[in-house]
Each structure stands twice: as structure tokens, then as C-alpha cells.
């Protein structure tokens, strides 16, 4: 990664990402609560269906309108458009060879 992507996805984070951070809903947080009667949740939607997995990305409009489908109505509502304007900085970005530490903290 060129210093310059670095510096455009650390504004990008600074500018749309961080101020997220406040947001409650996005954080889930550990409050003691008295035990519930039961571990079953209702959900408000039936069972995922084959369209749920599907994605459209035809072009970066479909992307974006993908991204901003899954997160319509929640704190990231409009934040696919925003991303996908900031992916063409790095259609040269070169991988290293190197897998990240990070990647194995997620497992």
C-alpha cells in the first residue's frame, strides 16, 4: 500500500468510521442483567433465503446499492456509496506475501 492510499483510508476512517464509535447501537455492551427466561429469540423475518447470499456486483452503482441495502435502517445506512467512491484509489494495491497477525487474532 502507497502512502497515499494509507493517508486517503485514514481520512476515510476519521471522517465516516470514527465518529460511529459514539453511536450505542453499534457497540454491543456487557451489562449485567437479571437471567432470562429463555434463550429463544423472535425473530421479526423468516428464514434467510438463497436472494439473501446473492450480490450484486456488476458494477460499483450495484455494489454500492448492495452495501447500502444490507445497511439501510442502521448506523451504517449510506455508508456504501461513500466506501465504494474510495475503492478506486486502490485498484494498483499490491498484497504482500505476508499474512497479517491480525488475521490470526479473528480466528
Do not use: H, K
Not at 468510521?17 to 432470562?36: G, K, T
Not at 428464514?47 to 446499492?65: G, H, Q, T, V
Amino acid at each position: 500500500m502507497t502512502r497515499r492510499q494509507r493517508r486517503a483510508l485514514e481520512r476515510f476512517f476519521r471522517r465516516e468510521l470514527l465518529p460511529l464509535s459514539a453511536r450505542e447501537e453499534i457497540w454491543r455492551r456487557e451489562e449485567a442483567q437479571e437471567p432470562a427466561p429463555s434463550y429463544w429469540v423472535v425473530r421479526d423475518r423468516g428464514p434467510l433465503r438463497r436472494a439473501d447470499f446473492e450480490l450484486r456486483l456488476d458494477d460499483s452503482d450495484a455494489i454500492a446499492e448492495t452495501l447500502d441495502g444490507f445497511w439501510r435502517g442502521g448506523p451504517l445506512e449510506g455508508l456504501g456509496r461513500r466506501f465504494v467512491a474510495l475503492s478506486p484509489r486502490f485498484r494498483d494495491t499490491r498484497l504482500d506475501a505476508e499474512v497479517s497477525a491480525f488475521v490470526y487474532e479473528m480466528f
